[in-house]
């Protein structure tokens, strides 16, 4: 399990520096994924993830206090923002669809925005 929860860990990071520089893709929940996984698996990758100078505070933040940064917030709403355009112009979807969607984006970004910045 441990070489599961490290490999899942390491891709979760791989997705996260990804996300950095694709604004549709969050970087936050990726880096909270992998230091979950790091937990289970590697102290030593745990602790690298913890001290890093741009990943560390992030998390720091969220296992003290479950804070999510304004910024990451931000692009939550522009991604989800984003997605459901291409979803609703891109796609002929149904009435329902477009509902449901957005109803599911919306549940997703109400919980990101109740969390303390």
């Known amino acids: 399990m441990r ?3 490290a490999t899942a860990g390491l891709f979760f990071v791989m997705l996260g520096v990804i996300g950095v520089f694709l604004p549709v893709l969050p970087t936050t929940p990726f880096i909270i994924l992998a230091a979950a996984c790091f937990a289970r698996s590697s102290p030593r ?4 993830l913890l001290s890093h100078r741009i990943f560390g505070p992030l998390l720091r933040d969220w296992r003290e ?8 917030k931000l ?3 522009v991604g989800c923002a984003s997605g459901y355009a291409v979803f ?9 669809l477009k509902i449901g969607v957005g109803l599911f984006m919306l549940a997703g970004l109400a919980y ?3 969390r303390p910045s």
């Open 3 to 5: 070489i599961l929860f």
């Open 45 to 48: 990758l745990e602790a690298w």
């Open 65 to 72: 206090r479950g804070a999510i940064p304004r910024r990451a």
């Open 75 to 77: 692009a939550a709403l």
């Open 88 to 96: 609703w112009f891109g796609t002929e979807p149904t009435a329902a």
């Open 112 to 114: 990101v925005f109740s």
